[in-house]
T-cell receptor, first 113, second 117 residues
Framework: DSGVTQTPKHLITATGQRVTLRCSPRSGDLSVYWYQQSLDQGLQFLIQ???????AKGNILERFSAQQFPDLHSELNLSSLELGDSALYFC????????????FGPGTRLLVL | AQTVTQSQPEMSVQEAETVTLSCTYD???????LFWYKQPPSRQMILVIRQEAYKQQNATENRFSVNFQKAAKSFSLKISDSQLGDAAMYFCAYGNAGGTSYGKLTFGQGTILTVHP
């Protein structure tokens, strides 16, 4: 157990819908990272937050957004869902702003029908 | 942009034997860090080992060790005394140590390791 929690574990929804994935970092960690793992794109970095502020951005679609709250949990919002958004979404956390080891949560498996 | 390449889609090893997984990366940076992560069938991403680019000494964690060749941009993982529980997908990852992508991990495509009893 990495100490990073993600809810829900599984999510099934329809095209055009909106979902919210939630992540709680390890106790004391200030950074949260979101990654997407799909069959065709592999593991891709989406976005990083550090202590409530956006720190780095990767291949995140405009339909996707994230935020980190004062209690340091983070949410990834996916809207206007398409079939291609079906993937495993990981949250990871680390102690500081970047160099520390990232510990991954169990992931949320999203299926868009 | 950095890229990470794992040229072995699949590898297999007999239990108790040694296997080496390959990884190469491309970067123009001098300071960075590298990881191997393991992803078993549960899909959980588990840290195996970490290497700092500024350290010449190769990292070791129990049965896992790396061969880090900075000039060649090569970072291979050696698993000694392989166990059935080592069967998983293994990902090599590059971590930015500065700049606007500080903290971002770039992953290779993964290598599926099968361990035969």
């Amino acid at each position: 157990d990495s100490g990073v929690t993600q809810t829900p574990k599984h999510l099934i929804t329809a095209t055009g819908q909106r979902v919210t994935l939630r992540c709680s970092p390890r106790s004391g960690d200030l950074s949260v990272y979101w990654y997407q793992q799909s069959l065709d794109q592999g593991l891709q970095f989406l976005i990083q937050y550090y202590n409530g502020e956006e720190r780095a951005k990767g291949n995140i679609l405009e339909r996707f957004s994230a935020q980190q709250f004062p209690d340091l949990h983070s949410e990834l919002n996916l809207s206007s869902l398409e079939l291609g958004d079906s993937a495993l979404y990981f949250c990871a956390s680390s102690g500081g702003s970047g160099r520390e080891t990232q510990y991954f949560g169990p992931g949320t498996r999203l299926l868009v029908l | 942009a950095q890229t990470v390449t794992q040229s072995q889609p699949e590898m297999s090893v007999q239990e108790a034997e040694t296997v080496t997984l390959s990884c190469t990366y491309d970067t123009s940076e001098s300071d960075y860090y590298l990881f191997w992560y393991k992803q078993p069938p549960s899909r959980q991403m588990i840290l195996v080992i970490r290497q700092e680019a500024y350290k010449q000494q190769n990292a070791t964690e129990n049965r896992f060790s790396v061969n880090f060749q900075k000039a060649a941009k090569s970072f291979s993982l050696k698993i000694s005394d392989s166990q059935l529980g080592d069967a998983a997908m293994y990902f090599c990852a590059y971590g930015n140590a500065g700049g606007t992508s500080y903290g971002k991990l770039t992953f290779g495509q993964g290598t599926i390791l099968t361990v035969h009893p």
